[in-house]
């Protein structure tokens, strides 16, 4: 008995060793860092809120074989082209927002088609040419917005050009305008946000209670039962904290003060529950069927680029919608500069949470956007802690972002060659 | 009733410059068992691809000649067509998906929906799929096949022998299909499996299903078969019932010369005194599914020797152990001399070479010309076909092309010439292409794995030939791994059989039929019986 619940726990740690390294990382790193509970717990809320939406945007491309979409950088571009239009026609507030989105979306779509087809004609080497097409957009966006604004293309706001009316600035700021424009609209506190969740979480029992009791179906119960008890558990968690906040001042005092935007929360929420419903779907069917096996997919009669085109749409159309959250709650923008790591940043995310370059989950997204952002947002302070030198963290930054990269990779290429060789049997 | 299902009239492809079709007819009828045979590389599967409408056919200039199906001419021009139209296909190599379950393949593409708003309104790819009528229909095909399977399990995780069933489901679960095409179906398939096969092939014949069947065994042909239809080189050779003719007769048209006695060696070469060239004591390897447990065995120098035994047992691992290919524990003595720590370095350098039974993952670079394949062996191992310019050296490219050619000749290998790739080769000719990279090593032990397997009676003919010349001509001691026990009887001098990871018994080539069986089911030291034997 005691052997076996070894095995197991070996079994879990072998599945599981990405994020629980970098649970322990991310624990060492805050205690090393001596940053404080309000800061910390901000710091991670307002990067989940900002990020999170790009990092699910990934998950679509995995599943349809096309590994990790590092041309997202052309979807965030889409965004900034909406958001600078939008700005530039004087609209402010939550209509922004939405005008940005609807602004976008066409562009996104566009891109996307035209990403999708690149790589139908480059199969298996999808990834490095997602990031080549990256830089390729990059050059021609910087091309459109440094030079052909105010020469070829007329622009009303002249505060936003350059002195000599060529271009746009390299460096644009929201305040009043774009700025908060889907934050402002249910902004709460972390304690709020948990409140809100535990009560969600209540009724969802309750709701479940209520079904299964209706369904009276036999099969499944022990899974049905299970479920009730994840459920349970958070509703405790949530009663939990509640209590806490009579107990403890402090707790009370840090949840109160940490800012949570709910409705940027909800917004990844619903992408969430898309990709959970598109992979029900008959086109998440076929996404996982052309992921697996192109070649048995199209005799199959699965237009295999089709889909793979759609995948990509769906991801450049996702990211450009996550840059315009982005953006909103940031306030500023780097015209020129802004989309550039934010394929970097989304895809080391999802690897920390246990993705890897043919699976991936809303699960290792959420996860991995918090484990990734608090040691992201703590390495300058660990730096100076340790090295009293806090340019040491920021290296450690760019180190961390492309060292999981890389170690992903790699642990990916060991897994395919054992696997071929397993095949061999 | 003289009504064809499908007629294939003047058939003509050619890939470039090459015609791998010409003028081919074929005519199928309903309810027909049809056996399409033809040696390797005859153009069985360039005429199936045809049918099916793979684009490898569109993207290579699309072939002459036209298709009737019931009586009407009609374009088949991808999958997709060809499955409308009522053509279903069971692959030699098996489409299917490992990370799925066996309901999910069986339904494939053609996924039960459920009915909802937003499946109306934007069609069926967002319809949510109705995993539970897809088990549902899952289970009834596998059980009109008369398998047995849980249609939940991972495709990935089940043995080799269920896929060929799963894959049959699949294609009756089709509702409208008319005509299977059933491409080597036996090959990876125990005897009592493939009997199964045959019989639902029957069955399905039966409830009017039209069957094109294109094997290798000629038994089986005979068995089950309606009406032959014969190729060789790209042409017709003859169409005919199967009540007209016979088994020499079929086998004489594939390869297109009478053929003689079977094939009988001589003398055995071998004297009683002579030191062993290759002794193993205790010998294990691990190789995932065929691992051997403690071989102890003998090969004389000059002696050809075969390794038999059932799939599983352990028999192909022995050479890939000797080679260094997989971890091996136990003695090794080459020429007497024991060798620790075995990589496949030091045991070429020892003038041994090896003809691995996995031709394209580490048999051949298939993306490299023949000649390339021929000598890069000899190259890195011997430093053959190379100038030396002080610290510099080079391939010498003249002279390991005049050895291609020479071997190209010497083995028969068919191809337009020795720059051409290895991918593009037939089965057949792709084993040539191992054997003769072998011997450009000039071995004085060679091991030989499966050497026939997937080809044809010309080529497997050719090859023993030229093996059993190598022995009495050069003296080389050879080492032959086959499943097929009729084949290494032949050829061998002694044979042992492997059972269960260990050497069940050394039997000489004239030992008698019985006394093969007993051994090969490891019932002669007491072991287990069959049905266990078939498990592993």
């Known amino acids: 008995m005691q052997e076996k619940s070894t095995a197991r726990l070996k079994a879990v740690i072998k599945k599981y060793n990405v994020v629980i390294f970098f649970i322990i990382l991310a624990i060492a790193a805050y205690i090393v860092s001596g940053v404080a509970p309000t800061v910390f717990l901000q710091e991670i809320a307002s990067r989940f809120c900002r990020n999170t939406f790009q990092v699910l945007a990934l998950i679509i491309p995995v599943i349809a074989g096309l590994g990790l979409n590092f041309s997202i950088v052309i979807g965030a571009m889409a965004g900034q082209m909406a958001v600078i239009h939008t700005v530039s026609f004087g609209i402010t507030g939550f209509p922004s927002f939405l005008v940005s989105v609807l602004i976008s979306t066409p562009l996104a779509i566009l891109f996307g088609f035209l990403v999708g087809k690149v790589l139908n004609k480059t199969k298996g080497n999808e990834m490095i040419t997602s990031m080549i097409l990256g830089y390729l957009a990059n050059g021609i966006y910087q091309f459109i917005y440094l030079y052909l604004i105010g020469t070829a293309i007329p622009f009303p706001d002249k505060s936003m050009m350059n002195d000599n009316g060529i271009g746009i600035k390299s460096s644009l700021g929201f305040d009043g305008t774009f700025r908060y424009s889907l934050t402002d609209v249910w902004n709460t506190t972390l304690y709020d946000f948990v409140l809100i969740a535990g009560i969600a979480a209540l009724v969802c029992v309750v709701i479940y209670l209520i079904r299964a009791f209706m369904k009276k179906k036999k099969s499944g119960i022990p899974v049905r039962i299970a479920q009730y008890i994840g459920c349970a558990v958070i509703a405790v968690l949530a009663v939990f904290l509640i209590i806490l906040r009579q107990v403890s001042f402090q707790a009370q005092f840090v949840m109160k003060f940490v800012k949570f935007p709910l409705s940027a929360v909800i917004c990844i929420l619903l992408l969430c529950l898309f990709n959970t419903w598109i992979f029900k779907t008959k086109l998440g069917h076929n996404f996982r069927a052309v992921g697996m096996n192109q070649q048995v997919a199209m005799v199959s009669g699965i237009n295999v680029n089709r889909t793979r085109i759609i995948a990509m749409i769906l991801s450049t159309v996702f990211a450009a919608w996550g840059q315009i959250i982005r953006l909103q709650d940031i306030g500023t923008m780097n015209t020129y500069s802004a989309h550039e790591q934010i394929a970097l940043l989304a895809v080391a995310a999802i690897l920390v949470g246990g993705a890897s370059v043919v699976k991936a989950s809303n699960k290792n997204a959420l996860l991995g956007i918090i484990l990734f952002h608090a040691i992201f947002a703590v390495s300058p302070q660990v730096g100076t802690a340790l090295f009293a030198d806090s340019q040491v963290g920021e290296y450690f930054r760019v180190f961390l972002a492309y060292g999981i990269i890389f170690v992903a990779l790699a642990m990916n290429a060991v897994q395919q060659a054992k696997q071929s060789k397993e095949r061999k049997r | ?536």
Not at chain 2, 13 to 38: C, F
Not at chain 2, 459 to 465: F, H, P, S, T, V
Request: aromatic letters at 6%; one cysteine or more.
């Open chain 2, 1 to 536: 009733m003289d009504t064809y299902l499908l007629e294939m009239k003047h058939i003509t492809k050619k890939y470039g410059e090459n015609t791998v079709l010409k003028d081919m007819e074929l005519h199928v009828k309903p309810h027909e068992i049809h056996a399409l045979l033809g040696e390797n590389g005859a153009g069985k599967s360039t005429l199936m691809n045809i049918l099916f409408g793979m684009p490898v056919i569109q993207e290579s200039g699309g072939f002459e000649g036209e298709i009737l199906w019931d009586g009407k001419p009609v374009q088949i021009d991808s999958p997709i067509k060809a499955m409308e139209v009522g053509i279903g296909m069971v692959h030699q190599e098996f489409m299917m998906i490992p990370g799925f379950t066996v309901a999910e393949n069986i339904k494939l593409n053609r996924e039960p929906l459920k009915k909802s708003v937003l499946g109306k309104v934007f069609g069926k790819n967002l319809s949510i799929v109705d995993f539970d009528q897809m088990e549902r229909d899952a289970r009834a095909a596998l059980k009109q096949v008369g398998m047995d399977i849980d249609e939940k399990t991972l495709m990935g995780e089940l043995p080799v022998g269920h896929m060929q069933f799963v894959e049959i489901s699949r294609e009756i679960d089709k509702k409208n299909v008319k005509l299977l095409v059933f491409d080597e179906p036996t090959a990876v398939l125990t005897e009592s499996e493939a009997k199964v096969l045959l019989k639902i092939m029957r069955k399905l014949a039966d409830q009017g299903i039209a069957i094109i069947f294109i094997t290798h065994r000629l038994g089986e042909v005979m068995d089950v078969a309606d009406h032959v239809t014969v190729f060789r080189d790209g042409e017709l050779v003859d169409s005919m019932p199967i009540g007209e003719t016979s088994m020499a007769e079929i086998a004489e048209m594939m390869i297109g010369r009478k053929m003689g006695a079977p094939f009988e060696k001589s003398v055995p070469v071998v004297k009683e005194d002579v030191p062993y060239a290759v002794e193993l004591k205790d010998f294990a390897v691990d190789m995932p599914g065929e691992q051997s447990k403690g071989v102890s065995l003998q090969v004389k120098r000059g002696e050809i020797f075969g390794l038999a035994g059932l799939a599983g047992q352990g028999k192909l691992s022995i050479a890939n152990g000797i080679m260094g290919l997989y971890p091996s524990t136990g003695k090794l003595f080459i020429n007497g001399e024991e060798i620790h720590h075995i990589t496949p370095q030091k045991i070429l350098e020892r003038k041994c070479a090896f003809v691995s039974e996995d031709r394209k993952g580490t048999g051949l670079l298939l993306d490299n010309s023949i000649e390339a394949n021929i000598a890069i062996a000899a190259i890195k191992v011997q430093k053959k076909y190379i100038h030396k310019f002080g610290p510099f050296s080079q391939v010498d490219k003249r002279k390991a092309r005049k050895h291609a050619l020479e071997m190209i000749e010497a083995l028969d290998i068919r191809c337009t010439g020795p720059a051409q790739y290895t991918r593009r080769l037939s089965g057949g000719n792709q084993q040539k292409v191992c054997v003769a990279r072998a011997l450009s090593l000039d071995p004085d032990i060679l091991l030989v794995s499966e050497p026939t397997r997937g080809i044809d009676i010309g080529a497997k003919r050719l090859l023993m030939e030229y093996l059993v010349k190598l022995n009495q001509e050069r003296g080389m001691t050879i080492i032959i791994t086959s499943s097929e026990l009729a084949e290494l009887r032949s050829v061998c001098d002694r044979i042992a059989i492997i059972y269960d990871g260990k050497v069940e018994g050394i039997l000489p080539a004239t030992a008698s039929d019985h006394e093969y069986g007993l051994y090969m089911m490891g019932l002669e030291s007491g072991g287990k019986g069959r049905s266990e034997a078939e498990h592993e």
